[in-house]
C-alpha cells in the first residue's frame, strides 16, 4: 500500500505490452520518471525471456511487475516462485483459481522482496461470461462478491495484495486495509473495448486503488508523456479529496 503523501506518479503502473526488447526499452526511457512501476506481461516475456528484466533494470530503478498470472498446481507454482525470485523483480501475480494452497506456496517460497499479487476475476469478463464458464449464477449475480470472497483466499494465505476492478476495490479496502490493490481497466474517458469494468483514474484512486494498470490510453497518445501527467494530476486530485 502507498501513502498518500507518495508522488501520484508513482502510482502509474505501465505495461510494456510489445513484442521487442527494443520496443519495450524505449519505452522505460521515455516513461521514466512519469511512471512508478514497468509491467512485464506475457507477450514481451515469451518474446524476450528473463533478460528483458536485467536490460529494464539498468536503465530505470522503477518497480517491475511481472504479470504472468501463474496458474498451476502447488509443487509448480512453489518451484517457479523459488526461481522468479532470483530475477530481480518486485511483483508476481499469481492466479486464485489455482486455490489456497498454491497461494500459500507462492507465498512462503519468495525471497528477495518479492510480492505475490493475487489475480482475481480480469476485467474482461462480466457476470455472463461468468456463466458460460460454468460459474453459478447466484455467486456471480454481483460480481464484486466473487471478487470479494477471491479477494478473502489471497488475504487468508498471505498474499501481499491483489488484482481486481474499480468496482469492487472499495469493499476490499474496507475491509483488508493494508492489502496492495492493482487496479486495470482504467480509462480517461468511456470506452467500448475489449476491457467491461473500467474506470477513471480519478474514480479508482478515490475509491480506494493503490496502482492504475494504464497501457492503451498511454500507448496510443499523441504524447504519451502529456498524458501521463494528466494522470498523474488526477491522482493527485482524488488523493486530496481523500484527505
Given amino acids: 500500500m502507498l501513502s498518500n503523501s507518495s508522488k501520484p506518479q508513482e502510482r502509474i503502473v505501465f505495461p510494456l505490452d510489445v513484442s521487442t526488447q527494443e520496443e519495450a526499452l524505449k519505452w522505460v ?9 514497468f509491467k512485464i506481461g506475457l507477450e514481451l516475456f515469451t518474446s524476450c525471456g528473463p533478460g528483458i528484466i536485467e536490460e529494464i533494470k539498468k536503465r530505470t530503478d522503477h518497480k517491475i511487475f511481472l504479470d504472468l498470472k501463474l496458474y498451476d498446481i502447488p509443487n509448480t507454482i512453489l518451484r517457479t516462485i523459488r526461481v522468479i525470485s532470483n530475477l530481480g523483480v518486485d511483483w508476481i501475480t499469481v492466479h486464485t483459481l489455482s486455490g489456497s494452497e498454491a497461494l500459500k506456496n507462492a507465498v512462503n517460497s519468495a525471497y528477495n ?3 505475490i499479487i493475487a489475480v482475481t476475476i480480469i476485467t474482461s469478463l462480466d457476470r455472463a461470461d461468468l456463466m458460460e464458464l460454468g460459474f453459478n449464477s447466484e455467486l456471480v449475480r454481483d460480481t464484486k462478491e466473487l471478487v470479494f470472497k477471491l479477494a478473502q483466499i489471497a ?4 498474499c501481499d495484495g ?7 476495490v472499495s469493499k476490499i479496502k474496507e475491509i483488508f486495509p493494508e492489502f496492495i490493490t492493482v487496479v486495470p481497466g482504467i480509462r480517461l ?3 467500448k473495448d475489449d476491457q467491461v469494468r473500467v474506470s477513471t483514474p480519478y474514480e479508482a484512486i478515490l475509491a480506494g486503488a493503490d496502482y492504475l494498470v494504464i ?5 496510443e497518445a499523441f504524447s504519451p508523456e502529456k498524458v501521463c501527467k ?7 486530485k482524488a488523493l486530496e479529496e481523500k484527505k
Avoid at 526511457?29 to 512501476?37: A, D, F, Q, T
Avoid at 497501457?215 to 500507448?219: D, N
Wanted: proline letters at 3%; aromatic letters at 2%.
Fill in 113 to 115: 522482496n518479492l510480492k
Fill in 230 to 236: 494528466t494522470i498523474a494530476g488526477q491522482i493527485k
Fill in 162 to 168: 491483489i488484482v481486481c476492478s474499480a468496482k469492487e
Fill in 29 to 37: 526511457e521515455r516513461l521514466n520518471g512519469l511512471v512508478g512501476v
Fill in 215 to 219: 497501457g492503451r490510453p498511454i500507448r
Fill in 155 to 158: 488475504y487468508k494465505t498471505g
Fill in 189 to 191: 474517458e468511456e470506452s
